[in-house]
């Protein structure tokens, strides 16, 4: 089967066709980096590196190229690092450091490219005034604005058009726009804020163009896929495009866009004010990365996900079994992916259906096939878990735990060898009071918590 992806733009699920035969080329917005990622964000890093590695399993390593930006100019770090008395550039850069260990704890490849907004100015100064040239664009009070009503096409990802969105006040209001719709492009900077020379003066980009300029300076007019959170489809995706596609006629820019559904806190919204943020650091904590990967990739990616601790609990319990089932056998890096967890990515990355599937191999496990172990371990490679031998699984889980009850299976298994059976019941019935359930399979017992 060819991999299938659900396209917001046209809100159907179709086969994926390369702008350039053979090769793929996707854009992620990435993080604005002023503190720490939440779990929330965490979602479109670990969905969109299943996706990275699924097509690189499709199209060949060097094929594929994974833009992931950084977003170092914008006012919400401008207002942290005031708040803070610290240096934006110290911030940032701080920021940025502690993003890339809570990816690499969740598992995710680093992206090909990691474009960040400060070295891209002069191509966005550029874009700017492209867009000016050919009316698309207007200077007012040192700002520079995006006329939407000369973009016609305006509207079309989200299903908004202008006169809704102007209905709908979605948007800010300022004295200085000819049209409600019209989205800045271009910000004066004064005092100690961070700001660029252009011909409009002194001043920074806004949020939207900056991954128009980026997108467009790596991937070019024309790609493949755009990806994010679903908050993302409006404005910020609306307005990539109309940026890009008004100032090249002949730019398509992505053909599919992709969207994650939201994460959802104990029924709630995560935010500030309830106090309800997850950090994934403080998450790492109490939790292996992997059961943070595995939480996420549990509902299909383009469904809401409510968090519970019951979540993660879940998570936890089917990764030891897992584990358990995969013992040290196979190889991470081996090639060959089993055809019914391929089938389920490739049809829009449908993670939940690829775990079913991998407890299906897990069954047969158990059931004393052995060479089941090393395709669930190839499994788990495709959706980055099960990278790590068993053996440092429980031990970096829970080692002490996991020695306690390997030792008691053991004491179990004597105890039956000499024919008493109470005593063998006893430590069965004294590990199900602890939440260990005991599976007797002719390999042996396995284990898993319940
Ligand atoms: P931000 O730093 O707010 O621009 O967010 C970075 C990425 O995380 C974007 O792709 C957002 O769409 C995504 N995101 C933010 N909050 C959530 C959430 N609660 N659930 C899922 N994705 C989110
Ligand atoms: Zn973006």
């Known amino acids: 089967m060819t991999l299938h992806v659900h396209n917001t733009l046209t809100r159907r699920k179709a086969p994926l066709e390369p702008v350039e035969a ?3 080329g996707f854009y992620v ?22 996706l990275f590695r699924l097509l690189r399993r499709h199209y060949g390593e060097g094929n594929v190229r994974y833009v992931r930006n950084i977003t170092d100019i914008d006012d919400k770090i401008n207002a942290e690092a005031r708040r803070r008395g610290v240096a934006i550039g110290a911030l940032t850069a701080a920021t940025v450091e502690r993003f890339h260990e809570d ?15 400060t070295d891209h100015v002069p191509e966005m100064v550029a874009l700017i005034g492209r867009l000016i040239d050919l009316g698309h664009a207007y200077e007012a009070e040192g700002h520079v604005l995006f006329d939407v009503p000369s973009y016609p096409a305006y509207g079309r990802l989200s299903g908004n058009s202008r006169d809704e969105i102007v209905a709908g006040a979605r948007v800010e209001v300022a004295p200085y726009k000819k049209d409600p719709a019209d989205f800045v492009l271009w910000k004066p900077s004064t005092g100690d804020l961070p700001g660029w020379d252009s011909p409009w003066g002194r001043g920074r980009p806004g949020w939207h163009l900056e991954c128009s300029a980026m997108s ?3 991937l070019g007019r024309t790609f493949d896929i ?25 730019a398509g820019f992505a053909r599919v866009w992709m969207h994650n ?21 403080e998450l790492l904590e109490d939790w292996p990365g992997e059961v943070l990967r595995f939480a996420l990739l549990s509902t299909h990616y383009r469904r809401p996900l409510d968090f519970t601790v019951g979540l993660l609990r879940r998570a936890r319990a089917a990764l030891d079994r897992f584990y358990n089932a995969v013992g040290e056998a196979g190889d991470p890096e081996a090639a060959g992916v089993p055809a019914d967890v391929l089938a389920a990515l490739d049809d829009d990355l449908n993670t939940p259906l690829a775990i079913s599937a991998m407890h299906g191999l897990a069954d047969r496990v158990f059931q004393g096939d052995r060479g089941a172990a090393a395709a ?45 059976f109470a005593e063998a019941d ?18 042996g017992t396995t284990w898993r918590r319940t």
């Open 426 to 443: 006893r430590i069965r019935d004294e590990l199900k009071r602890r939440g260990v359930a005991l599976m007797d399979g002719p390999g």
């Open 226 to 250: 755009h990806g994010g959170g679903r908050d993302l489809i409006f404005p910020h995706h609306e307005n990539e495009i109309a940026q890009t596609r008004a100032a090249h006629a002949d």
């Open 103 to 117: 990816a690499a704890a969740l598992g995710c490849l680093e992206p090909t490219e990691e474009p960040r907004a």
């Open 376 to 420: 669930l371990r190839r499994a788990g490679a495709a959706l980055g878990l099960l990278g790590a031998p068993s053996r440092s699984w429980f031990q970096g889980a829970d080692g002490d735990e996991a020695r306690g009850i390997e030792a008691l299976i053991e004491r179990r298994a004597s105890a039956r060898a000499a024919g008493d």
């Open 22 to 24: 053979g090769k793929v």
């Open 216 to 218: 467009g300076k790596h």
């Open 261 to 281: 559904g939201f994460l959802s806190v104990e029924g709630e919204k995560m935010s500030k004010s309830l106090g309800n943020i997850l950090a994934v650091r």
């Open 29 to 50: 917005c990435g993080p604005t980096v002023y503190g720490p990622i939440h779990l929330g964000n965490a979602r479109p890093l670990v969905v969109f590196d299943v």
